[in-house]
């Protein structure tokens, strides 16, 4: 007999679960090998282990679709158990602040969600408009709601392209703001702008600086670097040994956009040389295939990129 544990926080547990846990008895009937006990914010399966993966698949893609339409009964949850994952549910990402399914678009999209799930460490690498960032934060998002992590830790390198940082107006914090605004479009996408902002006050999603990482064990935590072309070589090792257990870590960047001074290396194209061929680490590489900007962006990288 084996056990699985999923977490229910955040979640309206009455509604969830059914009035005296109708909804669970429902999926228990339906798989007779398997006990499903409800504790507190915490459900407990118990049983045969063929049964016990195909009831947590259901009882995921139940919470999926009560994130999105706020309501369970019993119709929905006999029809997740007919159906299992919908194709519309194993397609997505996640659903968005406005209920708008998010997927990968592309192969290699496609490669990211994938190698993702195999890797704890995985490297994302191409030019801009192909996504990277924009999936690699829904993947975030989707550990955070299904409670497979704790927080979501978002970074950049605080480099300038071709502006002085000293100039801009406002403290410390107003001058680093705009290099993290694309972070936060990503994330008013697929969090409702009230959420968002308590689950940034409680530190469930931190977005910060690199620099703010040093000395830190990152446990229980998806962990974005983006921009990581603009780190050095002693930055990204830095960066790269904080994970900690349990976590998942992607690294973004573009090498073909470095802003760092002519004397310094990037730490981005230097772990591209070093840690291919590693059990646990992935890369992957987007090109103007995947830009779904303007069509000209597309032709313009072709043209910059055959040059």
Request: hydrophobic share 40%; glycine share 6%; proline share 3%.
């Amino acid at each position: 007999m084996v056990e699985k544990i999923i977490n229910l926080e955040d979640i309206e547990l009455v509604g969830f679960l059914g009035i005296k846990n109708k909804n669970i008895q429902e999926i228990e009937t339906a798989f007779p090998k398997i006990k499903i006990v409800s504790r507190g914010n915490k459900i407990s399966i118990k049983g045969n282990k063929n049964q016990l993966i195909e009831v947590e698949k259901i009882i995921r893609s139940l919470m999926i679709h009560f994130d999105k339409f706020g309501k369970i009964n019993k119709k929905i949850v006999l029809s997740h158990i007919q159906n299992g994952f919908s194709n519309e549910e194993s397609e997505s990402i996640v659903y968005g602040s406005s209920g708008k399914k998010i997927i990968a678009k592309t192969s290699n999209q496609k490669k990211i969600v994938d190698l993702h799930f195999k890797n704890d460490l995985l490297f994302v690498i191409g030019p801009a408009g192909t996504g990277k960032t924009y999936i690699s934060v829904a993947l975030g998002v989707k550990a955070l709601k299904e409670k497979k992590v704790k927080k979501i830790i978002i970074t950049r390198p605080v480099v300038e392209a071709g502006e002085n940082l000293g100039f801009l107006p406002g403290d410390l914090q107003d001058k680093i703001d705009p290099y993290l605004k694309p972070i936060y479009d990503a994330l008013e996408d697929m969090i409702p702008i009230q959420k968002m902002k308590k689950l940034i006050e409680n530190k469930t999603i931190e977005i910060a600086p690199l620099a703010y990482m040093r000395g830190r064990t990152l446990k229980n935590a998806f962990i974005l670097l983006d921009e990581a072309q603009n780190t050095t070589q002693s930055q990204l090792k830095m960066f790269l040994t904080r994970l900690g257990k349990n976590s998942k870590m992607i690294v973004t960047g573009d090498i073909s956009q470095i802003d760092l001074r002519k004397n310094q290396s990037s730490g981005l194209v230097d772990a591209q040389n070093k840690l291919n061929n590693i059990n646990g680490i992935g890369f992957t590489h987007l090109d103007s295939f995947d830009v779904l900007r303007h069509s000209l962006v597309k032709k313009i990288l072709d043209k910059y990129q055959s040059s």
